[in-house]
């Protein structure tokens, strides 16, 4: 089969007829099963997906077909699909099938994109490096003693070795954008509120996005062109009106002001290779005429802390609707209702997602709640305007995804501070809020792609897209 590196090829063979929808199906479907080692996809809806792509077939040949028709997308394993399994990759859900479909899925079904299956991911979207799943680590295509990034890096994967075309994943700290700097591809977090979450198996309901993942930036603002919008389900998501994100792309920009964090780049711990290259594309920007200048963000080191600390909370009583009792997975050793609780519980979720649920409790509890939770959205108020403050004086600002490549399995799980470490460079934009894409920009010595990070004022996914393949295809 023809490897596919946009929509637009896959659209210009589909009307050329050189291949159909079903074939361009089946020849993804056969790909999966070829490289199932990689243990990208929990489950290929082979069925629905086929069905699907001979329905998409027969709306092309009357020219009704919607935007994505041909678009072979992949869900996360915490998207719901009507009449579909899903998991969150969590034994306490194993096998449970959603009654409804997610306000996304239903509007990429409506455009007539194909979906394909579920992919694996961090148990509830908990994890860095996709070593957390009840269903066994995803390997990086790219090198397989190399961990894919997480929690979305099932959906990265497929991505990075063309099981589909493009997937979603979700992003509460850097779960879309960290795993697209370790495989490679084009990974975008929109402003919070843009897309709605109804449908999202929650981690940090005031933190998580749903976002695409894609080989272009391109194919990228078409899927959250169609995703975005307002919905009756979820009041939390914006009534502003979706631009045309698919051609305001095109549009040509003025010179524009772009910060970089001198503290991103001074961080101990950061990649040489990857400070090289931020360093080479911010004299291309100047060189270009743009104004690229070094801003201070003094709270770094606030970051973590700050998101773990609310995050957790978020999750403690997010996961409390896993009893044991309504739903999902029932220990066989429980003997009455307290024993249901703690052994279903206890058996049902992972080490990580217990750590997390039992942090959060804490520091929800009384006598700790001012200390912990409190401060957090304190110091979560003052991290929010301090970003503000720079995107008031430039359009966008500039620093790198993660701290380095892709690390082998193993090498950082044993020490959970190491591993949330990972996430320095990605919580900024949950904490504030605001939209941020990871672009694949560089390739390491050592082999291994690593992106850069470039965040946008809220709402202003039009210019950061815009911004975005211009560094892509000129610098």
């Known amino acids: 089969m023809k490897t596919y590196h946009s929509f637009a090829e896959v659209q210009s063979d589909l009307t050329n007829n050189v291949i159909s929808c079903v074939e361009l199906t089946q020849s993804y479907i056969n790909r999966i099963t070829s490289k199932k080692n990689l243990n990208v996809f929990l489950e290929v809806f082979e069925i629905s997906a086929l ?14 077909a919607g935007k994505l028709a041909g678009m072979v997308i992949a869900l996360k394993d915490n998207l719901c699909y ?38 694996n991911c961090d148990e509830f979207a908990m994890g860095s490096s996709n070593e957390n799943s009840a269903f066994g680590n995803v390997l990086n295509p790219l090198d397989t003693k190399c961990v894919p990034g997480g929690s979305s890096g099932g959906s990265a994967a497929a991505v990075a070795a063309d099981l589909c075309l493009a ?74 009106p979706v631009p045309a994100y698919s051609k305001e792309i095109n549009n040509k920009q003025a010179k524009i002001r772009v910060a970089y ?8 711990g950061l990649d040489p290779e990857i400070k090289l290259r931020i360093n080479e594309l911010i004299e291309k920007l100047k060189a270009a005429g743009h104004t690229v200048e070094a801003v201070d963000f003094p709270y770094i080191d606030y970051l973590v802390p700050t998101y773990y600390v609310l995050t957790t909370a978020e999750a403690s009583s997010n996961l409390a609707r896993y009893d044991g009792i309504t739903f999902g997975y029932r220990s066989t050793n ?13 058996e049902g979720f992972g080490l990580e997602v217990k750590r997390r649920i039992m942090l959060g409790t804490f520091v929800l509890s009384s006598g700790y709640y001012d200390a912990y939770y409190s401060k957090g959205q304190r110091v979560r108020r003052l991290l929010q305007n301090r970003t503000n403050e720079i995107l008031s004086n430039y359009d966008f600002i500039l620093l790198p995804t993660t701290p ?9 799980g044993a020490d959970p501070i190491a591993m949330y470490l990972e996430d320095i460079f990605t919580v900024q934009a949950n904490i504030t809020g605001i939209p941020a894409i990871s672009l694949p920009i560089g390739k390491h010595s050592k082999g291994l792609p690593f992106g850069i990070q470039i965040m946008g004022n809220k709402f202003a996914e039009s210019q950061l897209f815009a911004f975005s393949k211009t560094v892509q295809n000129e610098f």
Do not use: N, W
């Open 334 to 346: 429980a003997t009455d209702l307290e024993s249901t609780y703690k052994k279903s519980r206890s």
């Open 51 to 64: 069905e699907k792509a001979k329905e998409v077939d027969e709306k092309l040949r009357l020219k009704t």
């Open 261 to 268: 964090i001198k503290d991103c780049l001074e961080k101990d």
């Open 404 to 412: 380095g490549t892709a690390f082998e399995f193993g090498q950082k």
């Open 167 to 240: 997937a979603l994943g979700t992003d509460t700290g850097g779960s879309i954008r960290q795993p697209a700097s370790f495989c490679g591809v084009v990974g975008l977090k929109p402003t919070y509120g843009r897309v709605s979450r109804y449908g999202a198996i929650a981690y940090a309901s005031s933190f998580d996005q749903i976002g695409p993942l894609t080989k272009t930036v391109d194919d990228a603002a078409l899927i959250l062109e169609v995703m975005a919008g307002k919905d009756e389900y979820d009041s939390t998501v914006s009534t502003k």
């Open 82 to 119: 009507k009449g579909h399994k899903v998991s969150a990759s969590s034994k306490i859900l194993e096998g449970f099938e959603s009654l409804y479909s997610a306000t996304v899925v239903e509007r990429l079904l409506a455009e007539d994109a194909i979906i394909i299956g579920r992919t």
